[in-house]
């Protein structure tokens, strides 16, 4: 009775199946979830520090100036090239060409530290060259993804 679950993640990716599962799980026990940041769940976990407003990111702001660009990367840092750098808006802009390198087998990091870097280095390349394309952004997931295993 009166048990409250708070979350103290800041990096809301991390943390979203987590809570969704915990709040099916408990909530209809009356216990109360809340959160430190803003969470992009099924279930509507209140924040206590609301998040700020993102919105004109930089597919917004190419397109009101006519550009295009390219993002690539591997599917584990995919939604850092396209999600978070519009301004947490999900939808592809017509200026915005996604290039998302997928391995189909399950990675081990440790067996292939290299992950896909050759795909991402060839789809960097493509890209730019091409006289359409003045932005190329891609990440290079092995360095963050490997220093986390």
Not at 74 to 93: D, I, M, S
Not at 97 to 121: C, F, K, L, N, W
Not at 127 to 147: E, F, K, S
């Amino acid at each position: 009775d009166g048990d409250v679950v708070l979350f103290t993640n800041f990096r809301s990716d991390r943390i979203q199946q987590l809570a969704d599962h915990l709040h099916r799980e408990l909530a209809a026990r009356g216990v109360t979830f809340l959160s430190l940041a803003q969470y992009d769940t099924a279930a509507a976990i209140p924040a206590l520090v609301h998040r700020a407003d993102a919105g004109g990111g930089l597919a917004a702001r190419l397109a009101e100036m006519g550009l295009r660009s390219v993002r690539i990367a591997e599917a584990e840092k995919f939604e850092h090239v396209t999600y978070y750098l519009n301004g947490r808006e999900a939808a592809v802009a017509p200026v915005e060409e996604h290039i998302r390198i997928s391995d189909a087998t399950p990675p081990d990091y440790r067996a292939r530290p290299e992950m896909s870097i050759g795909q991402v280095t060839e789809a960097v390349t493509s890209a730019a060259r091409r006289d359409d394309v003045p932005l190329v952004v891609a990440n290079l997931a092995n360095i963050d993804v490997v220093g986390h295993t």
